[in-house]
């Protein structure tokens, strides 16, 4: 299309805004009227050479066969496009044969958007259209919005016109028209741009990810292809990858043909795509309305190309009730198999913390890549993220899952690090990660990383958060260090980086540090007294003992009201389980019955404390006997330890128990370890001097530590390196090991920026004194001649 006439026909859409509706709408309210109007006249425009045989259809449907409902098929064939008008109107006999009244014009109108087919209805419903007309009828600018959409000064037909001057009007193809209303969005999305983010990703960013997905397998593309967007917006990813690849004048000129597929969940927005879809000549029904992760729209279908640009930061909650089950995944598409650090398969969640679900836009692209036994190419995916994607979450959780599952199919191909402040609505670090997984054989097995966070252009003006952009030059440079696949020095403070990395470098073993449990214990009234209350309702339940004393024991029900009315009036916020619990008599009770054995082993023992917890309980056990309180339950007497006992360094480790492993037993608990016999103390097993006897210690949780050791070394070796010169009783409890990935953009590419020299920095100091006309030297109490 012509630029100066696509320049000419979009000044004259956007100042119809200015010239019917400034006393109207807001600005911001602009594109509510001129989206909808724009989509409704080009369809009008495409319709009214058919009209008549439309008419003519439905006239015959009507009194010839009866019909009650419209036969779509026939209107459509009539029509010759995939929807159609039954009503007698067009929009230039609206305007043609309107009088001075606008309740009869609007009725007039109200009767051409219903004779649309039920899927321009449906737009039509979703831009809240009618509504919109209402409004503009009863401010009496129906009218002349009407005539200026009319006016044969612009042609938004398909065939060539005159305007009243002779001057020839060139036609508007789909894609013409495409480039229009894509530049209109474009417009309204950058004047009202704190919400542009939302659904509108920067041209640019679309421009490279075109390039990136498309360029390296121009000379093999299928000759039908699927391109399928989960989070559409307004259809900038689809279409403009759409004319990428058929620009008869662009790099690529496929041959094949497009299908284009989306979904979105705002009405405005999905009206807008499906507009767009519409106007182009592609399928609008491949344009979906919903939420993408709450229902699988496309379930069973693959696409050859994914491109996207998902919501991060947002929480996902709505749709949970639709992906989990309390703790278990519902929805297919987020559930994969991994293996434990044993090698044993397993179905894993693969879902992220609920506050942001971008994640699981990526895993629905990857749930739709097309297999290479389907498809020679397989699939090529590019989706936007900010820094959480890379590192938020543990080892085995859900983030982590996702990552390791992507980066050991081996369909991670590249990420690019774009600057701060490219996009409308947010100025944080964005990325763009590709996937492939028909990756070329160099680059099995790697990933590149781009860091392309100083390579930008300022705005002469802000629009929004946005203040700078991605030159042609830019995204050129960034694609030939993707085609070369090899590192890239950063020669200046703005220059460009990249290196290439092993899958596994990326990798981890999440492992814990255990040691020993070192125990005190003395029995004393105070640490005794605190097992007359329960540790969760401890705070409630020793002002009501203080406050009532025994009678908590003798009169608890008459006291439930004012127990539960200071835990109120305290805001505590007990849910009801635990407010049944606090004015239960049973426990009550049973915390009195813990008391007193307590008390009765004190008098028993008597108050010394002991820092060989091992022989202490051999004491307890002893006087328990002799005791009339018969068998005490593992709990209870867990309990009673608890108030008791308290973590001393200096005390003696205590045991859990001995083990015998001989033979059989040892040799399979060093296969298991790997390790040697030698080596078993590294792992918990500490030989008694008995032959084949092991003293396992109990573990102190409040000492338990984690270690991240990189998949590329061996867990004992950083152990013996790591850990064990700095705590010697620690120990490797390996069966808690967990695999994790992350990526760290900060510490591949970070730059060191020296301090500056004492001088310098005393040289500025100066400098600014000068500046300041002596205010520093004045505020310190010297004279500049001193220096």
Not at 32 to 40: H, Q, R, S, T
Not at 188 to 210: K, Q, S, W, Y
Not at 269 to 274: E, N, Q, S
Request: with cysteine; proline share 5%.
């Amino acid at each position: 299309m012509n630029t100066a006439v696509h320049n000419r026909l979009v000044s004259f859409i956007w100042s119809i805004a200015d010239d019917c509706l400034r006393d109207v709408y807001v600005r911001g309210k602009y594109r509510d009227v001129i989206l909808p109007m724009v989509v409704l006249r080009r369809l009008d425009a495409l319709l009214e050479p058919t009209h008549d045989a439309v008419m003519e259809e439905a006239q015959f449907q009507k009194e010839e066969m009866g019909l009650t409902e419209w036969d779509g098929p026939a209107l459509r064939q009539a029509s010759g496009f995939v929807f159609y008008n039954t009503s007698k109107w067009t929009m230039q006999k609206l305007y043609d044969r309107a009088g001075n009244s606008q309740q009869l014009l609007m009725a007039n109108f109200e009767e051409y958007l219903l004779g649309f087919s039920p899927n321009v209805q449906e737009i039509i419903n979703n831009f809240k259209l009618m509504s919109q007309a209402k409004h503009m009828a009863s401010k009496d600018v129906l009218l002349a919005v009407l005539e200026k959409f009319t006016s044969p000064y612009i042609n938004l037909t398909t065939e060539e016109r005159e305007d009243p001057e002779g001057r020839k009007l060139p036609p508007l193809t789909n894609l013409g028209m495409g480039y229009v209303f894509e530049e209109l969005i474009r417009r309204f999305n950058e004047e009202n741009n704190e919400e542009a983010g939302e659904h509108f990703t920067p041209r640019e960013v679309i421009d490279l990810m075109t390039h990136i997905i498309f360029e390296p397998i121009k000379e093999n593309l299928p000759p039908v292809m699927t391109i399928y967007d989960p989070a559409c917006g307004s259809g900038g990813m689809l279409t403009e990858s759409q004319n990428f690849i058929k620009d008869e004048e662009g790099e690529i000129r496929a041959i094949g043909d497009v299908y284009l597929y989306g979904k979105e969940i705002n009405d405005e927005t999905y009206a807008i795509c499906k507009s767009d879809m519409m106007i182009k000549g592609n399928n609008p029904e491949n344009i979906r309305l919903g939420s993408t992760l709450s229902t699988d729209e496309f379930a069973g279908k693959s696409f050859d190309f994914m491109l996207s640009n998902p919501p991060y930061g947002k929480s996902w909650s709505t749709e949970l009730k639709n992906i989990k089950d309390k703790k278990d995944v519902i929805d297919p598409r987020f559930i994969v198999p991994l293996t434990d650090y044993w090698g044993q398969a397993e179905e894993v969640d693969a879902t992220p913390r609920s506050s942001d679900g971008q994640l699981l836009f990526l895993m629905e692209m990857v749930n739709k890549m097309k297999p290479v036994s389907q498809s020679p190419n397989g699939s090529r995916v590019a989706s936007v993220h900010n820094g959480s994607s890379l590192f938020t979450g543990d080892a085995g959780g859900g983030e982590s899952n996702i990552r390791r599952y992507i980066i050991e199919n081996d369909w991670l191909d590249t990420i690019i690090q774009l600057p701060n402040n490219l996009f409308y609505n947010t100025g944080i670090t964005t990325y763009i990660w590709l996937l492939s997984n028909n990756k070329p054989q160099e680059r099995k097995g790697k990933v590149l990383l781009i860091d392309a966070s100083q390579r930008y252009s300022k705005l002469r003006k802000n629009l929004g958060a946005k203040n700078c952009e991605l030159t042609r030059d830019h995204i050129r440079e960034i694609l030939d260090a993707y085609h070369a696949f090899q590192p890239v020095t950063r020669e200046s403070e703005d220059g460009l980086a990249a290196q290439v990395f092993d899958n596994a470098d990326f990798g981890y073993y999440k492992v814990t540090i255990e040691r020993p449990q070192r125990l005190a214990a003395q029995f004393s009234p105070e640490r005794v007294a605190t097992l007359r209350f329960d540790k969760q309702l401890q705070e409630p339940m020793e002002w009501a003992w203080d406050t009532y004393g025994e009678r908590v024991y003798t009169e608890l029900k008459s006291l439930e009201k004012p127990i539960l009315q200071w835990c109120e009036d305290n805001e505590l916020n007990l849910n009801r389980k635990k407010r049944e619990k606090l004015v239960s008599k049973q426990m009550w009770q049973k915390n009195l019955e813990l008391h007193e054995i307590a008390t009765a082993l004190m008098e028993a023992i008597g108050q010394e404390e002991h820092r060989d917890f091992n022989a202490f309980q051999k004491m307890v056990d002893k006087a328990l006997k002799e005791l009339p309180y018969g068998k005490l339950s593992a709990s209870e007497k867990k309990a009673i330890f608890n108030a008791i006992t308290w973590y001393d360094e200096e005390a003696e480790k205590v045991v859990k128990k001995t083990q015998k492993l001989k033979d059989d037993k040892l040799q399979e608990l060093l296969q298991h370890l790997g390790c040697t016999e030698a080596e078993l103390p590294d792992y918990g097993y500490y030989p008694t001097g008995k032959p084949g006897q092991y003293t396992i210690y109990e573990t102190e949780s409040s000492l338990r530590d984690y270690e991240n050791v990189p998949l590329k070394e061996d867990i004992h070796d950083y152990f013996c390196r790591e850990v064990k010169p700095h705590v010697p009783e620690a120990w490797i409890e390996l069966d808690k090991t967990k695999i994790g990935y992350e990526i760290s953009f900060n510490k591949y590419f970070y730059q060191h920026k020296p301090l500056r020299s004492l001088e310098a920095v005393s040289a500025e100091i100066l400098e600014l004194e000068k500046e300041n006309e002596g205010l520093i030297m004045d505020i310190l109490g010297l004279k500049t001649e001193a220096l």
